[in-house]
T-cell receptor, first 113, second 116 residues
Framework: KQEVTQIPAALSVPEGENLVLNCSFT??????LQWFRQDPGKGLTSLLL?????REQTSGRLNASLDKSSGRSTLYIAASQPGDSATYLCAVRPIGGNTPLVFGKGTRLSVIA | GAVVSQHPSWVICKSGTSVKIECRSLDFQATTMFWYRQFPKQSLMLMATSNEGSKATYEQGVEKDKFLINHASLTLSTLTVTSAHPEDSSFYICSAGTRQGGQPQHFGDGTRLSIL
């Protein structure tokens, strides 16, 4: 059974710092991996989608990497801003038809001005 | 714009009430939709897989008679929480995708259910 783990569970950094969020998964048989952002009481905002054949994806200040063989992904946030404060969720889509995503528990990020 | 629309976004009701949540795919035909539940400070947990024209598949521990799922068309799935109690208070969110595994899944904005 696929399991997704995110470390750290919570992170507090001063504004301007670069930071890395970690995600690991137990089964490398995946279609893709997605990083989401969730603000308190809100739904999910998709940040980056990395296909299983890809190594990384970039969008603005965000860069996500994928090492499928080792079951790891990182989300790099450059020059963090208070507006980046949110919970970041990592999810993988297991291979096997129209499968649901399997989520990690998330990393709660606070960027202090 | 949103490709999955979920309504209502927030519901407060008395214990014993049944509540229906709708999930619509706007730009594509979703043969399968997924329903998740999220408790405070927890991650999303899959409740059930909703298949168009057939019975939903429920995850272990999810009562199918309490959480009724209907997927009568390719663009609409509904989740009805029957005889809701305070312990059913949670954030419910749906997602939809195509059979192409490499394509992203799209999520609704979620429904916050509060049972008094």
């Amino acid at each position: 059974k696929q399991e997704v783990t995110q470390i750290p569970a919570a992170l507090s950094v001063p504004e301007g710092e670069n930071l890395v969020l970690n995600c690991s998964f137990t089964d490398s048989a995946i279609y893709n991996l997605q990083w989401f952002r969730q603000d308190p009481g809100k739904g999910l905002t998709s940040l980056l989608l990395i296909q299983s054949s890809q190594r990384e994806q970039t969008s603005g200040r965000l860069n996500a990497s994928l090492d499928k063989s080792s079951g790891r992904s990182t989300l790099y946030i450059a020059a963090s801003q208070p507006g980046d404060s949110a919970t970041y969720l990592c999810a993988v889509r297991p291979i096997g038809g129209n499968t649901p995503l399997v989520f990690g528990k998330g990393t709660r990020l606070s960027v202090i001005a | 714009g949103a490709v999955v629309s979920q309504h209502p976004s927030w519901v407060i009701c008395k214990s014993g009430t049944s509540v229906k949540i709708e999930c619509r795919s706007l730009d594509f035909q979703a043969t399968t939709m997924f329903w998740y539940r999220q408790f405070p400070k927890q991650s999303l947990m899959l409740m059930a897989t909703s298949n168009e024209g057939s019975k939903a598949t429920y995850e272990q521990g999810v009562e199918k008679d309490k959480f009724l799922i209907n997927h009568a068309s390719l663009t609409l799935s509904t989740l009805t929480v029957t005889s809701a109690h305070p312990e059913d208070s949670s954030f419910y969110i749906c997602s939809a995708g195509t059979r192409q595994g490499g394509q992203p899944q799209h999520f609704g904005d979620g429904t916050r259910l509060s049972i008094l």
